[in-house]
């Protein structure tokens, strides 16, 4: 058995458990496994490199991926999928493990459904993938957010200001509600809930009133102004690039927010935005062993020849889903677990 690997779309802490916990469970079948370089690019361009035992030694603890990653789309290039279908051909692969998040898996339905054989694996610091609680990454991101929330509350405190915090979350808000609440955050926005400026503000007064001399709002990049009809409030970055899979790159929320904040309230606000650095770093505990558990059910699947499904966590168990089943869906908020932050957030 020939097995190909590759990894999609945007890093995230835990890829290389999964990388090593596939090899290392496939050669215990006597399987061989090829990554591809740079994700389905990888493909189009026959850019791989053999793994072994000695080839993913020492990298459980590494963040990022090694085997790169692009968030190249094959059925936005001309003949795409009978590109990829051809290099399955020419390097005699007879399955292909694709971990990523809802670009990268789309591709891989699609796919299977053209006759591959593909599974998936989920992978997102969002956490908004559908059929899965948790994705790994996200406790890591979770919790460097969290210091760095712990971080601005001293430095708040001492100057006296509200300082806005921007996190990650394009469409959910999992990111911004778990750090808030374990940082300890005066207000939590996220877009599952259309925020009101006002009311943002007459919260921030209250807390001051009270005596309260800092506070820390912590926002979604996704979070959107309340509005009127169809206007869309979220906010972009004015060059409106989109990549392969017609994504708008988010950011700018947090500054506006924290403009708007201190030209009403007449309280010194400063926005800071902690982008890319809740990517990096190495894998916190339970996203190496939760890697670690995709990876070899990833390959446990491939053993009893059971394609076209997505792993997944349901509870503490691992088990697989059609990775058709996640396609046009997302995985939001509950709202029950959004009203959590109301007890402490005024």
Not at 79 to 94: I, P, Y
Request: glycine fraction near 12%.
């Amino acid at each position: 058995m020939h097995i190909g690997i590759l990894t999609g779309g945007g890093d995230c802490p835990g890829l290389n458990a999964v990388i090593r916990a596939v090899v290392r469970k496939a050669e215990k079948l006597n399987y061989r496994v090829t990554g591809i370089r740079n994700g389905w690019k990888g493909i189009l361009e026959n850019t791989t490199m053999e793994l072994n035992r000695d080839s993913v030694s020492g990298i459980l603890h590494r963040g990022g991926t090694i085997l790169g990653t692009s968030r190249t789309n094959p059925y936005k290039m001309p003949d795409g999928e009978a590109r990829v279908k051809q290099w399955f051909t020419d390097n005699a692969v007879d399955a292909l493990i694709a971990i990523g998040g809802e670009d990268t898996l789309g591709v891989a339905a699609k796919l299977h459904l053209a006759g591959l054989k593909v599974i998936g694996v989920p992978k997102t610091i969002d956490n908004d993938l559908a059929g899965t609680d948790f994705t790994f990454g996200f406790d890591t991101s979770v919790n460097i957010a969290m210091e760095a929330i712990d971080r601005l509350h001293t430095t708040a405190e001492s100057h006296n200001r509200i300082i806005v915090a921007e996190v990650m979350g394009r469409h959910a808000g999992w990111i911004a509600l778990y750090a808030g609440l374990a940082g300890g955050a005066d207000i939590i926005l996220v877009p599952e809930e259309p925020f009101n400026i006002d009311v943002v503000c007459a919260k921030l007064r209250a807390r001051h009133d009270r005596g309260k001399n800092f506070s820390i709002v912590v926002v979604s990049e996704g979070a959107k102004f309340e509005t009127e009809g169809d206007e869309d409030g979220s906010f972009v970055l004015s060059s409106m690039e989109k990549d392969s899979f017609g994504h708008v790159r988010l950011g700018g929320i947090g500054a506006i927010l924290a403009t708007e904040i201190e030209r009403r309230l007449g309280i010194e606000t400063r926005s800071t935005v902690f982008g890319h650095i809740q990517r990096g770093g190495s894998p916190t505990a339970y996203d190496r062993v939760l890697g670690i558990r995709y990876g070899l059910h990833a390959i446990e699947l491939v053993e009893a020849g059971r394609f076209g499904r997505m792993v997944a966590l349901q509870g503490n168990k691992i088990t697989d889903i059609d990775i058709a089943d996640i396609l046009g869906k997302m995985k939001y908020l509950d709202p029950d677990m959004y009203k959590l932050a109301d007890v402490f957030t005024d």
